[in-house]
């Protein structure tokens, strides 16, 4: 069974950056879509943004766009989130999925371990007001 291992989390102030990454051991992500999702505490996961395998499109949740970019190195089998203008409601644990596409990442939150099998163990992020 693939593994992924997310990275990069940590305590940042309000305006700041972090780069998550998301490392896939055991299996190639060249294949998959992998998206990112994040649950603040008291909340629902959500869907934050995502990456296809066939051409590299992108999706991105109306919080996060214009301050998020996901990119994907498939040489080194990583995936990574540049998170720039942070806000203190960014703050959540933040999981990276592979997934076939990103439908599951782009639709509403749901019960996304009925639709993907592979995830990571996630990376804490707390942004300071």
């Known amino acids: 069974q693939g593994q992924l291992v997310e990275s990069g989390g940590g305590l940042v102030h309000s305006g700041g950056s972090l780069r998550l990454s998301c490392a896939a051991s055991g299996f190639t992500l060249d294949y998959y879509a992998i998206g990112w999702f994040r649950q603040a505490p008291g909340k629902e996961r959500e869907g934050v943004s995502c990456?296809?395998?066939?051409?590299?499109?992108?999706y991105y949740a109306d919080s996060v766009k214009g301050r998020f970019t996901i990119s994907r190195d498939n040489a080194k089998n990583t995936v990574y989130l540049q998170m720039n203008s942070l806000k203190p409601e960014d703050t959540a644990v933040y999981f990276c999925?592979?997934?076939?596409?990103?439908?599951?990442?782009?639709?509403?939150?749901?019960?996304?371990?009925?639709?993907?099998?592979?995830w990571g163990q996630g990376t804490l992020v707390t942004v300071s007001s």
């Open positions: 999925a592979a997934d076939r596409d990103c439908t599951v990442a782009a639709g509403p939150p749901r019960n996304y371990y009925r639709y993907i099998d592979i």
């Open positions: 990456i296809n395998s066939s051409d590299g499109s992108t």
